[in-house]
Protein backbone atom coordinates (compact mmCIF):
# COMPACT_ATOMS: atom_id res chain seq x y z
CA UNK A 1 0.00 0.00 0.00
CA UNK A 2 1.38 3.50 -0.80
CA UNK A 3 0.37 5.53 2.03
CA UNK A 4 2.11 9.44 1.99
CA UNK A 5 3.23 11.22 5.19
CA UNK A 6 0.78 14.07 6.35
CA UNK A 7 2.27 17.33 7.83
CA UNK A 8 0.54 16.18 10.55
CA UNK A 9 2.05 12.86 11.33
CA UNK A 10 -0.23 10.89 9.67
CA UNK A 11 -0.65 9.00 6.54
CA UNK A 12 -2.44 9.83 3.05
CA UNK A 13 -3.31 7.50 0.31
CA UNK A 14 -2.52 9.15 -3.10
CA UNK A 15 -5.29 7.19 -5.06
CA UNK A 16 -8.12 8.24 -1.58
CA UNK A 17 -11.56 9.45 -3.60
CA UNK A 18 -12.39 10.56 -0.47
CA UNK A 19 -14.87 9.93 2.50
CA UNK A 20 -18.02 8.59 1.36
CA UNK A 21 -19.99 11.46 3.32
CA UNK A 22 -17.90 13.94 3.28
CA UNK A 23 -15.70 13.86 -0.01
CA UNK A 24 -12.99 14.97 2.13
CA UNK A 25 -9.38 12.87 1.56
CA UNK A 26 -9.17 9.87 4.72
CA UNK A 27 -6.57 10.52 7.35
CA UNK A 28 -4.48 8.22 9.26
CA UNK A 29 -3.95 8.06 12.83
CA UNK A 30 -0.29 9.11 13.82
CA UNK A 31 2.57 7.10 14.70
CA UNK A 32 2.42 7.91 18.39
CA UNK A 33 -1.42 6.99 18.11
CA UNK A 34 -0.72 3.57 16.76
CA UNK A 35 1.63 2.83 19.90
CA UNK A 36 -0.90 3.66 22.56
CA UNK A 37 -3.60 1.64 20.19
CA UNK A 38 -1.34 -1.81 20.15
CA UNK A 39 -0.92 -1.24 23.86
CA UNK A 40 -4.29 -0.91 24.62
CA UNK A 41 -5.25 -3.46 22.37
CA UNK A 42 -2.70 -5.82 23.68
CA UNK A 43 -4.17 -9.62 24.09
CA UNK A 44 -8.10 -8.71 23.21
CA UNK A 45 -10.37 -9.08 21.27
CA UNK A 46 -11.10 -5.86 19.24
CA UNK A 47 -13.70 -4.50 16.72
CA UNK A 48 -13.00 -1.41 14.57
CA UNK A 49 -15.87 1.11 12.91
CA UNK A 50 -13.60 2.15 10.14
CA UNK A 51 -11.02 0.89 8.29
CA UNK A 52 -10.44 3.87 7.10
CA UNK A 53 -6.20 3.44 5.31
CA UNK A 54 -6.00 0.72 7.89
CA UNK A 55 -3.30 2.61 9.19
CA UNK A 56 -5.18 1.57 12.91
CA UNK A 57 -6.27 -1.56 11.96
CA UNK A 58 -2.83 -2.80 11.77
CA UNK A 59 -1.61 -1.07 15.14
CA UNK A 60 -4.65 -3.23 16.91
CA UNK A 61 -3.33 -6.01 15.36
CA UNK A 62 0.25 -6.19 16.02
CA UNK A 63 -1.06 -7.02 19.58
CA UNK A 64 -4.73 -7.72 19.53
CA UNK A 65 -5.90 -11.60 19.19
CA UNK A 66 -8.53 -10.64 16.58
CA UNK A 67 -9.28 -7.95 15.18
CA UNK A 68 -12.93 -7.64 13.39
CA UNK A 69 -13.14 -3.91 10.90
CA UNK A 70 -16.02 -2.58 9.47
CA UNK A 71 -16.14 -0.09 6.33
CA UNK A 72 -19.09 0.19 3.98
CA UNK A 73 -16.63 2.10 2.04
CA UNK A 74 -16.25 0.19 -1.16
CA UNK A 75 -13.06 2.01 -1.95
CA UNK A 76 -11.93 0.71 0.99
CA UNK A 77 -13.21 -2.51 0.72
CA UNK A 78 -11.14 -2.99 -2.42
CA UNK A 79 -7.60 -1.25 -1.86
CA UNK A 80 -6.98 -1.88 2.07
CA UNK A 81 -8.54 -4.73 3.27
CA UNK A 82 -6.47 -7.19 1.03
CA UNK A 83 -3.42 -5.61 2.58
CA UNK A 84 -4.75 -6.30 6.45
CA UNK A 85 -2.87 -8.89 8.60
CA UNK A 86 -4.68 -12.39 9.36
CA UNK A 87 -5.95 -11.73 12.60
CA UNK A 88 -8.61 -9.29 10.96
CA UNK A 89 -11.74 -9.89 10.18
CA UNK A 90 -13.41 -7.36 7.62
CA UNK A 91 -17.18 -6.78 7.68
CA UNK A 92 -19.03 -4.36 5.05
CA UNK A 93 -21.91 -4.17 7.19
CA UNK A 94 -22.50 -3.72 11.11
CA UNK A 95 -24.78 -6.76 11.16
CA UNK A 96 -21.87 -8.62 10.43
CA UNK A 97 -20.40 -8.02 13.65
CA UNK A 98 -19.74 -10.29 16.85
CA UNK A 99 -22.25 -9.47 19.43
CA UNK A 100 -19.26 -8.30 21.55
CA UNK A 101 -15.33 -7.85 22.13
CA UNK A 102 -13.54 -6.80 24.75
CA UNK A 103 -11.92 -3.18 23.14
CA UNK A 104 -13.95 -1.24 20.44
CA UNK A 105 -11.97 1.60 18.30
CA UNK A 106 -14.22 4.25 17.18
CA UNK A 107 -12.83 6.22 13.92
CA UNK A 108 -15.69 6.29 11.64
CA UNK A 109 -18.12 8.92 10.53
CA UNK A 110 -17.54 12.12 12.06
CA UNK A 111 -20.40 13.56 11.95
CA UNK A 112 -22.52 14.49 15.05
CA UNK A 113 -25.22 11.54 14.26
CA UNK A 114 -22.65 9.17 12.89
CA UNK A 115 -20.29 9.99 15.98
CA UNK A 116 -23.60 9.36 18.33
CA UNK A 117 -24.13 6.27 16.72
CA UNK A 118 -21.13 4.75 17.15
CA UNK A 119 -20.72 5.63 20.73
CA UNK A 120 -24.10 4.14 21.23
CA UNK A 121 -22.92 0.34 19.40
CA UNK A 122 -19.51 0.86 21.00
CA UNK A 123 -21.31 0.79 24.13
CA UNK A 124 -23.16 -2.21 23.49
CA UNK A 125 -20.45 -4.31 22.32
CA UNK A 126 -17.55 -3.30 24.26
CA UNK A 127 -16.95 -5.42 27.45
CA UNK A 128 -13.81 -3.41 28.87
CA UNK A 129 -12.62 -0.69 26.58
CA UNK A 130 -13.75 2.17 24.02
CA UNK A 131 -11.76 4.29 22.11
CA UNK A 132 -12.22 7.14 19.96
CA UNK A 133 -10.00 8.47 16.96
CA UNK A 134 -10.37 12.64 16.34
CA UNK A 135 -11.51 13.73 19.81
CA UNK A 136 -9.93 16.60 19.39
CA UNK A 137 -12.68 17.84 17.36
CA UNK A 138 -15.43 19.46 18.82
CA UNK A 139 -18.16 17.40 16.73
CA UNK A 140 -16.41 14.48 18.06
CA UNK A 141 -15.89 15.29 21.78
CA UNK A 142 -19.23 16.84 22.10
CA UNK A 143 -20.13 12.87 22.29
CA UNK A 144 -17.62 11.89 25.26
CA UNK A 145 -19.37 11.66 28.51
CA UNK A 146 -17.67 13.03 31.87
CA UNK A 147 -16.12 9.48 32.46
CA UNK A 148 -14.07 9.71 29.40
CA UNK A 149 -10.26 10.52 29.58
CA UNK A 150 -8.63 12.45 26.88
CA UNK A 151 -5.27 11.60 25.85
CA UNK A 152 -3.87 14.65 24.27
CA UNK A 153 -2.23 13.16 20.87
CA UNK A 154 -2.15 15.35 17.23
CA UNK A 155 -6.60 14.43 17.07
CA UNK A 156 -6.71 13.58 20.31
CA UNK A 157 -7.77 10.05 21.53
CA UNK A 158 -10.50 9.27 23.93
CA UNK A 159 -10.75 6.26 26.32
CA UNK A 160 -13.78 5.12 28.40
CA UNK A 161 -13.00 1.72 30.34
CA UNK A 162 -16.07 -0.24 31.46
Known sequence: MMLEPHSTGSYRHPDDPGEPTTGEPRLSITDQEAAILSVLAKGRTVIE??????????????????????????WVQETIWPDLPDNVVCHSQRAELPTEAEMVFIDGDHSLEGTRADVRDAMRLATRLVVMHDVASDVVRSVCGPDWLFI???????????
Not at 49 to 74: N, R
Not at 152 to 162: A, D
Request: charged share 15%.
Open 152 to 162: PTTHGLGVLWR
Open 49 to 74: FGTGLGVSTKALAQTAELVCTVDVDE
